[in-house]
């Protein structure tokens, strides 16, 4: 259930309710909006604790959620959430992208992308150390030798950084070179992960199942948030359907409806959404359209010899600036803020961006 306070109501007496909504046995957690504020109680409330709290001084209503999902939902958190990571803000009217290959390779190939992620005005460099395949005897990425590679790059370029983190035991070395940790689609139910990442307050994309409900989905980002986590993005990377001709079905219409359902930013992957290189840039669109909070998109500067074969969704670095500059266009059209440092166009000559 929900406890939603009266309006102007002071600090001191929201700690009252807390500390009495605590000493009952359970869980109570504060969001603050710009008109109200809620506290929300996790954990099995006695029967009467819904009719103490009504009649209690500051209190205006108390509303039970049925949602299995508590923290993540919009009940909760009526207001959205915006992380800010090193004064990059991801969340509410602002547009975020993220760029870079599926794997790091070597200090030389991430240095180039970083510069070029950079120049084309994306704010985080992407890149995969320990990469999750299918296949046992496919390329598994270059280990923690590749966090250290991405993070030299970041720095270097002023670019924040994101890696997919497949274990418990890496989250901390991960977190170490690391700025958002990612959750890749086969971990959206590794519940041990999801535990261990609650713990820290390393930000973290977490990517839909690829066979996942927009409940199941939700759930696996409680996981998380209960832990005492609040910096958690949700991020749809396309969804496996009967069609064949894209590597997944990338839903768009997930986007505004996990945004009625929760406070939390919402990335699309159009990358993995779609599989194919030629679909990236008007899925890109699409999914600014729909109302994304942040995209994260491969790129690489020879993606025909990528490591890990998915170089098909990658986008060569002039593509990726001419997609990144229609961004710019698109965004103030429907209402979002694209705050980025663009590179002069000689920056990308070699790339026949003129």
Request: aromatic fraction near 6%.
């Amino acid at each position: 259930m929900i406890v939603i306070t009266k309006h102007n109501i002071a600090d001191e007496r929201i700690n009252e309710i807390v500390a009495y909504i605590e000493n009952t046995g359970v869980q109570a957690h504060v969001s603050k909006g710009t008109d109200r504020t809620v506290i929300g109680i996790i954990g099995n409330a006695e029967p009467t604790l819904a009719e103490h709290l009504r009649q209690m001084k500051g209190v205006d209503n108390v509303i039970k959620i049925s949602k299995s999902y508590k923290l993540a939902s919009r009940d909760f958190h009526p207001d959205d959430t915006i992380i800010d990571i090193k004064g990059v803000k991801i969340g509410g009217s602002n547009l975020v992208v993220m760029g870079g290959p599926c794997a790091v390779e070597t200090p030389e190939q991430i240095d180039e992308i970083a510069r070029l992620v950079k120049a084309a005005g994306g704010q985080v460099l992407r890149g995969g150390a320990f990469k999750p395949r299918t296949g046992p005897y496919s390329f598994q990425g270059v280990g923690v030798e590749g966090l250290v590679m991405m993070a030299e790059a970041g720095k270097k370029h002023g670019l924040l950084t994101i890696t997919e983190v497949m274990t418990p035991e890496y989250v901390d070395v991960c977190a170490e070179y690391a700025d958002i940790l990612q959750v890749g689609t086969r971990n959206m139910q590794n519940f041990d992960l999801l535990r261990k990442l609650g713990t820290i307050k390393t930000p973290v994309l977490l990517k839909r199942g690829f066979s996942s409900t927009y409940d199941e989905f939700l759930n696996a980002a409680e996981y998380i948030l209960a832990g005492g986590n609040p910096n958690v993005m949700l991020c749809e990377r396309g969804i496996r359907t009967f069609e064949t001709y894209t590597r997944n079905t990338l839903d768009l219409s997930a986007i505004p409806v996990l945004q009625s359902l929760s406070h939390l930013p919402v990335i699309s992957d159009p990358s993995h959404g779609t599989g194919r290189r030629e679909l990236v840039e008007p899925m890109t669109k699409a999914s600014v359209a729909a109302g994304a909070n942040g995209l994260i998109i491969e790129m690489h500067t020879d993606p025909d010899n990528s490591m890990t074969g998915d170089g098909v969704q990658s986008l060569f670095p002039d593509q990726f600036a001419a997609l990144l500059k229609d961004l710019a266009l698109l965004a103030p059209i429907v209402g979002k803020t694209f705050d980025t440092e663009k590179a002069p166009a000689e920056a990308f000559k070699e790339w026949k961006i003129v």
